[in-house]
């Protein structure tokens, strides 16, 4: 539902671009690039919920998809500022 929305609103900008199985890690979008915004700590979860462990979710993110571009619109992994405090 979220992606539908992200759509709707802001498709006729730009090409939205998803990470795959990760809408619920999404917390938002970018106004100045219309990029995604995802929650690091939520696309981790969501692969933990998968059935990986924490050090391979961790390490499987970290390599196959925040590291990862497809281009101008490629979605944006943020840290979640309560891990840092």
């Known amino acids: 539902m979220i992606r ?4 709707d609103f802001y498709g006729g900008f730009e ?3 998803f990470a795959d199985g ?3 890690a999404i917390v ?3 106004g100045l690039s219309y ?4 929650s ?3 696309v981790i979860l969501i692969l933990m919920l998968e059935g990986m462990s924490d050090e391979d979710a961790i390490e499987h993110a970290e390599f196959n ?3 990862s571009y497809v281009g101008e619109q490629t979605p944006i ?3 979640d500022l309560e891990e840092m405090l």
């Open 4 to 7: 539908e929305s992200i759509v």
């Open 22 to 24: 990760f809408d619920d």
């Open 15 to 17: 090409e939205i671009l």
């Open 65 to 67: 998809i925040f590291n």
């Open 35 to 38: 990029r995604v915004i995802y």
């Open 77 to 79: 992994f943020m840290d």
């Open 28 to 30: 938002g979008v970018c």
């Open 40 to 42: 690091k700590r939520k």
